[in-house]
Structure formats: structure tokens, C-alpha cells
């Protein structure tokens, strides 16, 4: 018969009484867990007042306390009054909930522990119309990174309890509740055992034990037995069956053996049932309860038993166990007399909906088969992968040192959709998660910088600014290698920068920002000039600029000497190129329009160099007002793309020269870097690096010559990209720059489709500190990418900019026009607003892409891009927060596709179902304890007998 057991299985049963023959004799058998004093039990009545008094438990005498020192969210609320009995224990009276401000995800922090032992957790879960609402949620429990269950709260009057056995990595177990949006989270009571690590040896550092059920067979009397009776506190619940089972038991002790697996307490042991027709045999079942988050969960059984009777000499008890017909041993089993022994499967079970275990006697056996006691539980593979270690130490010191509140809670980096606000993390195939961003900016943070910041090894940005961090910059920063920037803007900061920091800006390493610290390097005057300047190299680059304009000017000179004999041949183009090059070489001075002028190294053109280059102008590659863009061939062949401006441009000499100046001053790999420039009297033109995939505008129409859809990663890229183009612009520039004409069609992209910024013919600075806005009369930008603002007050801030990088992002994401017709003319942003707005994410995904695309980073983008697009340039984001989530999200597409790639699973950690709750439903004699409360509703096991109808539940 094709059973579900694989024949290897046998092997793996246990049956402890053959180990056990020489030690019945001995009489005092060692009690290795007898001890009851410094339990180390944590048990925590959720949503008591942190001020109020901790209480102890009439029937266990184990103290409740509040859980508020081990949680930093939730609010507490009682129990609707209705629902609370007399009989109940007070910690079922008042919850916990994680509803409104609370995060997705809300972890309890139960330590300190020992690292590397294993534990007993217990949440305990009564509804009670708590918040009035009658209707009982639908949630997770994770336990550290690992999914443990689902909490599936059937209705309000009926407790629910999960337990899960698993080893404790770190010196703290972290519970967390997950809002998987259907109900609020809440909590009654959390329980927290320490086990030996020999206890229940299935349970290791990679697979944990959910309970579903743990049976103490024979008593009638209803009692659940736990602390002191157990005392590691495990809930055994009574079982009876009057019809078929009768009731043995002993007053004598029931032993365990010296290093028992499962150390069941004499209590549970000295009953048992035996049928009550001889022939028959005791059987029990328990329905598989496969879920999507685990197809088919694999069940471990533990069976105990032990001799209750002295049987006569002739008489013998021997009996077969078999489980869905499968033999577990080759032989019958004859429990010891008062000795506990076990039998277990040590590998799972799986691929039955109902599993069937049965005790039948032996031909030989002349007493029917006993048991005494039952567990079943289901694996949980508990091996989701955690952040470093030493970047949780780190966060954790932050976290404690600032107070920071946030949703930092649980692991920092994993699982991913519940990474800590403000960090970056990550993800690789070989390593675990490390914390490589870190951003603060607007905490609230106050003290001094800690040096925990220097323990996240991994670091690259690190952003601080607009907080009231006082004291020095500790130079230890300068140690982390990957660092490459820190913004400390804003603070009250004091001291000097420290030389190691100093060094790193230098040699270009590392960027630092430290504006706005008024106590800070008060004495150096690179300091006031501006919030975003790169150091001590900046104060380099002028000496160096002026070095080389004296030398300069003293060779122009003499240069000018040589001319005046030459200029009576006549004008020549050289002539031009020249006077040009005379004030070019004045890099910091200004000419008589207030303009600054171009500096020396970008190269001149002449009008025949660039016939020559453009081979007489002959291939167009673009259009825009200022004129034509032509394709040319420098003499080294380096391609470039040419912009000439055209007689009748209506974008005159003002924006040609702020274009070519700002270009000249400004470099950044994403913005496009001007090569050239030619200007006489007739001709003006720029000369560019040739871009030769064109513009983003192109790609996303999919063209006739862009047959091939942009993956979704390959536009996160491009988003980020040009994304740091512009924070770069709006940041890094001094004054901050405003484009003031973002639109795809001025994105271009490289044959690596690296994505660069183009056209600065409306770029403004802002100059003055006050005057953080540009004001116009003229018609700027581009319809559809226009700031709303705009209209109103014809001004023009970087929020501008921010709304039109808003318009392209929603561009990225639809592949749709930044106008559409639905079938009237609408702005993507209604159009998307509109969708979005019903939950219909997938609705607006560009369908080229054919769902090559992870739901929550198109999620996040559109998110973001209509944050950008709020109407009040106040709510929308700056493009550092924009540049932040398109990293993060390209770095969760990255690790997605690295998931895809079969290297690991982040969600292999725990896709267990839940195993462990107990319905109500049961009717019992009602008795004074609390224990008989819970029996109450506890008492329903999935045990049942041949001839009645499946399971239970
Ligand atoms: C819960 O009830 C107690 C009295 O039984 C009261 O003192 C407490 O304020 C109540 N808590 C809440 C959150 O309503
Ligand atoms: C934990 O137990 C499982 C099942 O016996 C085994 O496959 C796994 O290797 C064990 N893990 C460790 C770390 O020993
Ligand atoms: C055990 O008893 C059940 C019910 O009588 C029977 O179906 C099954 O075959 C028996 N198994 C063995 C191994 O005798
Ligand atoms: C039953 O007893 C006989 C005689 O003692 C023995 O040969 C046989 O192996 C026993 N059967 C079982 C199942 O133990
Ligand atoms: C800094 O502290 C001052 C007073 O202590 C407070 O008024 C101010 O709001 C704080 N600023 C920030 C950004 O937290």
C-alpha cells in the first residue's frame, strides 16, 4: 500500500522504554526539570497600565505584569463588560491593539535571554468587542523574521491560543503582530518558558514546534494541568471519551528517565485511557489544515505512555501504533511501569488531509493498549535569513539612545516589506542584509551623535540634518568606508570637522553637509558660504582657480601683444575665439550683463569645425525650440550631439548663455555634460556627449524604432537616475538650481540607458537666502508638467520641479502620455489619481511589461509620484526623499530578481499556518478557577473515535 510515509520513516520512531530497562529499578530517578524557583517565565498581561501593579494568578501563582516596558506601540483598551465572567483570569480582561498610528508591524521584545536557548512562547487572544465594533480581526504572528500563524479570531467570547516551541537566536525573542488589512491587531496576554535545550529535540535553531494540540488522557474532572504541575508551565488539556474509553489511573509517581526528551509531569502521566470494548482499538485523528501560506504542513505526534497497572506475571500489554495504516515499528510496544516513555515521528508528516492514529493490541496481549498523554504539532522552518548581527547591536543602540519611535521594531532590515523607516538596506544572495542608508532628517533627535552610527559598517549615506544634535562630529565617521555622504544640516553641531573627515572630502571620498550649525567651524570662512559645500576640496578649487587665472591672465597678455600686429589682416573667426577666451579665463569674475562666464575647460568649436564634425549638418537627431540637434564625429570619434541654435529660436542669447554657463560650472554623471560650444554672431551652438538611445519619451511611446519595452528595472534605474540629477541640481549646487523643465522628452539615455538630465535652457538658480522661489512672467515649462503653483503665483520653486519629476514617474509606471485621452483629454495625474484611488494598482502598470514588475515597488513609486503631484508644493517631497524610495525600491527589485533566481527565499522563513488555537464549543461543568474558565473553552481537541464523523474542526 502507497502510504504517506517514505520507507525511511520507520527508522526515525522512537520508542525510549527499550533504553530504559536498567534504570526502573532504581527508584529516585533524577528530576532534572524539578526546579521551580528563578523561572525565568515572562508572562504579560497586554494592555494593563504600565503604572499599574503587576498582580499574581490565583490558581498558578506566576505574576502577571504590564507589557509596556517590552513594546513601543499599541494602545491599551478593556474588554467590552459584557463578555468578562467571573471566572475568567484577570488578563483576559484589557488588550492590547495596533490600530491607527501603529505600523504594519508591532513587535514585543521579550529579554533579556539567554542566546541560543530554547522557549516556550505563548499569545493569548480574547476579542470582547473591545473596540466596540463587533467584528473580531484576521492577523499574523511572526515570530523574529519567521511567520509563525495566522490569528483568525472566530468571535468575540472565545480565547485563542497559540504556542510555538523554537530556539531564541539572539538574548531577546521578538513577537510581532502583523496587520495583513483585515482588522486591527490585538493582543491579551503574552507567556514566555525557557526550556532546556534537550527538551523537545525537534525543535533546533532551524525548525520550530507549533502546537495543535496537547492531551492529558483520562481525567473526568476537567482540570487543565499546567505550572506548578508542569513546571515548565505547558498546558495539558483533559480528555475523555465515557463511551469508549475507560479511565485507568495510579496515585504512585510517574517517572521520567534521566534526560528526557519531553519531561511530562507525574501529574499528567498518572492517568490514561484503555477501551473500554478489549478488542477495540484507541484511535484519534486530526485534519491537515493546509493554508496558502503552507500547502501541506507536516505534523510531528508525540505519544507518552506509561504502565499505570502492575500486571500479573502472565499477563502482557502489547500493542501496535500505526498512523493513516502505516506501521510505525516493526513491533508491538509494552509501556514500563510508572516509567514515561515516548514515541514520535522525528520526520514530519505530510500529504494526508486527515491523519489517523491507532493502538491496536497484539495477538499476544492479553490487556488492551493504554495511552496516557499526546502532542501534535506542526514544523515551522524558522530560517529566515535576519540583518546582520552586528547592524542590529547598532540599531539597536540608536534606537535606544534617540528614542525613536517610527516603526522600529523587530528585525531592521527583514522581512523586507517591514524594513525600519528611514533605513536602506542591502539585500544580497551570500551575505545577510546590512544597513547601508540611514535616514533621520527631521526626528526630532537631540545629544550628542552616537558612535553606534560608526558600528553600521556597511553605511554609504547617512542623513541627519534638521534635527537639534548637539556636541562634535565624532571622527570615527570617517572609518567607514562605503560612507559616502553625510548630511548634518541644520543641527547645533560645534566644534571643527574632524581631520579624518576632512581628509575623506578631500580626496572626493566622502560628502559632507554641514550648513546651518551655527557653533560649528565658526573660524573658516568656506563655511558660511553655503549649506552644500564639498569641504576643504572646494576652498583647493579656488586657490587653484586662481593660480590658474593669474597665470592666465599674465599669458593673455602677451598674447594680446602678439594679436595687435595681427589684427590688421582682418577679422577672423580666431579673433572671436579669442576675446572669448579672454574672458573665459576670468572664471570668477562677472561681465557686464551679471552673467558668469564660461570657464576654460570646455572646448570652443568653431562654425567650420562643427560642419566638419556634423559632416555639413547632415544627420538631425532631435528638435527642440532652441533649434535642431545634429549628430557629429569628433576627430578622436568620440560622438556628440551638436545643438544649434536657429535664427529664429525664440529662445534668444539669455538662455543659450545660461545654458552653456550652467553647464560649464555644473558636473554630474546624470546630468549631460556639455563637451563644447561654439558662439559668433550669427551661429550659436552647444555640443553635447551624444546620447544614443534618445530621449525617455521615446522608449515609453515604444516607438517603431524602440521595438523593445524598458523592463521594470531598467525604468527604477532611470528614474533614479535622473531622479539624482536632479537632487543634485536642487542640492548640490550653490546656489540650488531649479530646471524648471523636467519632462521625459529631456531625459536621455546612454547606450548603457543610463539615464542623464538634458535642456537647461529655463534652468534658474535662486539666489539669495530669503528668496527661495523664481519669478516669471514668461511662460515656462511644459504643459501637463507644470506645476499647478504656477498659475497662481507665476513662480517657480524646486517643488516645481518636484511635481514634474512626479508626472514623469507616473510615466514610467503607465507608459502613458503625461496627457491622455480617456477619451477626453486628462492629466495622468487625474488619470492615475483616479485609479489609484480604488486600489487599482495593476490598472495602471504598463501592460508592456508584462507583469515583469514587483506590485509593492510599483506600489511605492506611484505613491511617491503622486506625493510629488500634491497640489500644495508644501506636502509634496524633496528629491532626496525621491531619490531615497526609488533606491530602496530598486534595491528590493534587485533582491526580488535575486529571489526569482532560486538563490533563497525571504519569505522561506515562515510560511507555516497556524496550528495552535483551541476552539470553544465544548460545554464542561462550570468550577471556581480561572483554569476551568479556560477549560471552558479550550477543551475541544481534534480526538475522535472510528465510528463518529471526521474531525473536529
Ligand atoms: C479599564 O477599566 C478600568 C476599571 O476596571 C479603568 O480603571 C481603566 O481606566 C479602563 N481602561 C481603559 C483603557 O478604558
Ligand atoms: C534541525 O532539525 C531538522 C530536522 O531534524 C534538520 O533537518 C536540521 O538539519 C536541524 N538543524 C540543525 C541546525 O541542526
Ligand atoms: C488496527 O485496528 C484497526 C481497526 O480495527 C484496523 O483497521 C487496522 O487494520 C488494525 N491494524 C493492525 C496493524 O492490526
Ligand atoms: C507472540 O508470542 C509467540 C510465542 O511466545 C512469539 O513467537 C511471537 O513472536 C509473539 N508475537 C509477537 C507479535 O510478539
Ligand atoms: C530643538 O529644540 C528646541 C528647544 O529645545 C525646540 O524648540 C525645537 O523645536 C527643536 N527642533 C527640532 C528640529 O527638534
Known amino acids: 500500500m502507497e502510504g504517506p510515509w517514505p520507507r525511511a520513516m520507520a527508522a526515525w520512531w522512537w520508542w525510549m522504554s527499550l533504553l530504559l530497562l536498567g534504570i526502573a529499578g532504581c527508584g529516585g530517578v533524577l528530576q532534572v526539570h524539578g526546579q521551580v524557583d528563578n523561572l525565568g517565565f515572562i508572562s504579560l498581561d497586554c494592555g494593563l497600565p504600565e503604572n499599574a501593579a503587576g498582580y499574581v494568578d490565583s490558581t498558578t501563582k506566576l505574576r502577571f505584569t504590564s507589557d509596556a516596558g517590552f513594546i513601543n506601540a499599541g494602545t491599551n483598551h478593556n474588554m467590552s463588560s459584557e463578555y468578562i465572567t467571573p471566572l475568567m483570569g484577570k488578563s483576559w480582561h484589557n488588550v492590547r491593539s495596533f490600530g491607527g498610528g501603529a505600523g504594519a508591524r508591532s513587535c514585543y521584545t521579550l529579554g533579556p535571554l539567554v542566546a541560543g536557548l530554547k522557549h516556550l512562547v505563548r499569545a493569548k487572544f480574547m476579542y470582547g468587542n473591545y473596540d466596540g465594533l463587533n467584528k473580531a480581526p484576521v492577523f499574523d504572528l511572526h515570530v523574529g523574521v519567521n511567520y509563525w500563524t495566522t490569528v483568525n479570531i472566530s468571535n468575540a467570547n472565545t480565547p485563542e491560543i497559540y504556542e510555538i516551541i523554537a530556539v531564541v537566536p539572539g538574548d531577546s525573542a521578538e513577537v510581532c503582530l502583523v496587520n495583513t488589512g483585515s482588522g486591527t491587531p490585538f493582543i491579551s496576554a503574552l507567556d514566555l518558558r525557557p526550556l532546556e535545550n534537550g527538551l523537545y529535540p525537534m525543535s533546533n535553531s532551524t525548525q520550530g514546534l507549533v502546537l495543535l494540540t496537547r492531551s492529558n488522557f483520562g481525567p473526568t474532572d476537567g482540570v487543565i494541568l499546567r505550572y506548578p504541575d508542569d513546571p515548565h508551565d505547558r498546558f495539558w488539556i483533559p480528555q475523555s471519551k465515557p463511551t469508549e474509553w475507560s479511565e485507568i489511573s495510579t496515585a504512585k509517581r510517574v517517572h521520567n528517565m534521566e534526560g528526557?526528551?519531553?519531561?511530562?509531569?507525574?501529574a499528567v502521566m498518572q492517568t490514561a485511557v484503555t477501551p473500554i470494548n478489549s478488542s477495540s482499538p484507541i484511535q484519534f485523528t486530526w485534519d491537515a489544515e493546509p493554508s496558502a501560506n503552507v500547502p501541506d504542513p507536516g505534523y510531528i505526534c508525540i505519544l507518552h505512555f506509561s504502565e499505570l497497572q502492575p500486571l500479573p506475571v502472565n499477563a502482557l500489554r502489547q500493542f501496535y501504533v500505526t498512523l493513516n495504516g502505516q506501521l510505525w515499528l516493526g513491533k508491538g510496544l509494552t509501556p514500563q511501569y510508572l516509567y514515561t516513555n515516548a514515541v514520535f515521528n522525528g520526520i514530519p508528516s505530510?500529504?494526508?488531509?486527515?491523519?489517523?492514529?491507532?493502538?491496536?493490541?497484539?495477538?499476544?496481549?492479553?490487556?488492551?493498549?493504554?495511552?496516557?498523554?499526546?502532542?501534535?504539532?506542526?514544523?515551522?522552518?524558522?530560517?529566515?535569513?535576519?540583518?546582520?548581527?552586528?547592524?542590529?547591536?547598532?540599531?539597536?543602540?540608536?534606537?535606544?539612545?534617540y528614542k525613536v519611535k517610527k516603526n522600529w521594531m523587530g528585525d531592521p532590515c527583514m522581512p523586507k516589506n517591514f524594513a525600519w523607516k528611514g533605513l536602506g538596506c542591502s539585500y544580497t544572495v551570500s551575505s545577510p542584509p546590512i544597513v547601508t542608508g540611514l535616514n533621520l532628517s527631521s526626528s526630532g533627535l537631540s545629544g550628542n551623535l552616537s558612535s553606534s552610527f560608526a558600528g553600521l559598517k556597511g553605511l554609504q549615506y547617512l542623513d541627519l540634518s534638521r534635527n537639534n544634535l548637539t556636541g562634535s562630529i565624532p571622527d570615527t565617521l570617517s572609518q567607514l568606508s562605503s560612507l559616502t555622504l553625510i548630511d548634518l544640516t541644520d543641527n547645533q553641531l560645534n566644534g571643527s570637522i574632524p581631520p579624518g573627515?576632512?581628509?575623506?572630502?578631500?580626496?572626493?571620498?566622502?560628502?559632507?553637509?554641514?550648513?546651518?550649525?551655527?557653533?560649528?567651524?565658526?573660524?573658516?570662512?568656506?563655511?558660511?558660504?553655503?549649506?552644500f559645500i564639498f569641504g576643504h576640496h572646494f576652498l583647493l578649487k579656488v586657490i587653484i582657480n586662481l593660480v590658474v587665472s593669474t597665470v592666465l591672465v599674465i599669458l593673455l597678455l602677451s598674447v594680446l601683444i602678439l594679436c595687435i600686429k595681427m589684427r590688421r589682416r582682418g577679422r577672423t573667426r580666431n579673433n572671436i575665439k579669442r576675446q572669448n577666451e579672454a574672458s573665459i579665463t576670468t572664471s570668477h569674475s562677472h561681465n557686464n550683463n551679471g552673467h558668469r562666464l564660461l570657464r576654460v575647460d570646455n572646448r570652443q568649436f568653431t562654425y567650420s569645425e562643427l560642419e566638419a564634425i556634423t559632416n555639413g549638418f547632415q544627420r538631425v537627431i532631435g528638435q527642440g525650440g532652441f533649434g535642431k540637434v545634429y549628430h557629429g564625429l569628433l576627430e578622436d570619434g568620440t560622438q556628440v550631439a551638436v545643438k544649434l541654435r536657429s535664427n529664429s529660436s525664440d529662445q534668444g542669447e539669455q538662455e543659450f548663455l545660461a545654458e552653456a554657463q550652467t553647464l560649464a560650472k555644473i558636473h554630474h554623471k546624470n546630468l549631460v555634460?556639455?563637451?563644447?560650444?561654439?558662439?559668433?554672431?550669427?551661429?550659436?551652438?552647444?555640443?553635447?556627449?551624444?546620447?544614443?538611445?534618445?530621449?525617455?519619451d521615446e522608449h515609453l511611446k515604444g516607438k517603431d524604432n524602440n521595438p523593445r519595452t524598458l523592463t521594470w528595472r531598467e525604468r527604477l534605474c532611470i528614474a533614479l537616475e535622473s531622479a539624482k540629477g536632479l537632487e543634485y541640481l536642487h542640492k548640490g549646487c550653490n546656489p540650488p538650481l531649479i530646471h524648471r523643465d523636467v519632462k521625459t522628452s529631456n531625459i536621455l539615455l546612454n547606450a548603457k540607458l543610463e539615464a542623464k538630465i538634458a535642456d537647461f535652457g529655463l534652468l534658474k538658480a535662486f539666489n539669495s537666502k530669503g528668496d527661495t522661489h523664481v519669478s516669471t512672467a514668461r511662460v515656462v515649462g511644459t504643459l501637463g508638467y507644470l506645476d499647478p503653483e504656477y498659475h497662481a503665483t507665476y513662480q517657480l520653486t524646486n517643488k516645481s520641479d518636484v511635481f514634474s519629476f512626479g508626472v514623469v514617474l507616473l510615466e514610467i509606471v503607465t507608459g502613458q502620455r503625461h496627457i491622455l485621452k480617456d477619451p477626453e483629454p486628462i492629466s495622468i495625474v487625474q488619470w492615475v489619481r483616479q485609479r489609484f484611488g480604488c486600489g487599482n494598482i495593476e490598472g495602471i502598470v504598463d501592460s508592456r511589461m508584462c507583469g515583469g514588475h514587483d506590485v509593492n515597488g510599483v506600489w511605492k513609486i506611484a505613491d511617491t509620484a503622486l506625493k510629488c503631484t500634491a497640489q500644495n508644493p508644501l506636502q509634496r517631497p524633496t528629491m532626496t526623499d525621491v531619490v531615497a524610495v526609488l533606491q530602496e525600491c530598486l534595491e528590493l527589485e534587485v533582491a526580488h530578481d535575486d529571489v526569482n533566481g532560486g538563490f533563497y527565499s525571504v519569505r522561506s522563513g515562515g510560511n507555516m499556518n497556524c496550528y495552535g488555537q483551541y476552539d470553544t464549543g465544548s460545554s464542561t461543568n462550570v468550577s471556581q478557577s480561572s483554569t476551568m474558565f479556560e477549560l471552558k473553552h479550550l477543551g475541544r481537541v481534534p480526538i475522535m473515535s472510528t465510528d463518529t464523523a471526521p474531525a473536529i474542526r
Open 501 to 531: 573627515l576632512v581628509k575623506r572630502t578631500q580626496d572626493g571620498s566622502l560628502t559632507l553637509r554641514y550648513g546651518n550649525n551655527p557653533n560649528l567651524c565658526s573660524s573658516s570662512n568656506y563655511c558660511d558660504a553655503s549649506s
Open 260 to 266: 528526557s526528551s519531553f519531561d511530562v509531569p507525574s
Open 673 to 696: 555634460s556639455l563637451i563644447g560650444y561654439c558662439k559668433n554672431r550669427e551661429y550659436m551652438a552647444l555640443v553635447y556627449d551624444y546620447m544614443s538611445q534618445g530621449a525617455l
Open 350 to 401: 505530510h500529504g494526508s488531509h486527515q491523519y489517523n492514529v491507532s493502538l491496536n493490541a497484539t495477538t499476544n496481549s492479553t490487556v488492551p493498549p493504554i495511552l496516557n498523554a499526546i502532542e501534535i504539532f506542526s514544523v515551522l522552518p524558522t530560517t529566515g535569513i535576519t540583518t546582520a548581527t552586528q547592524d542590529v547591536s547598532a540599531m539597536a543602540a540608536i534606537r535606544g539612545m
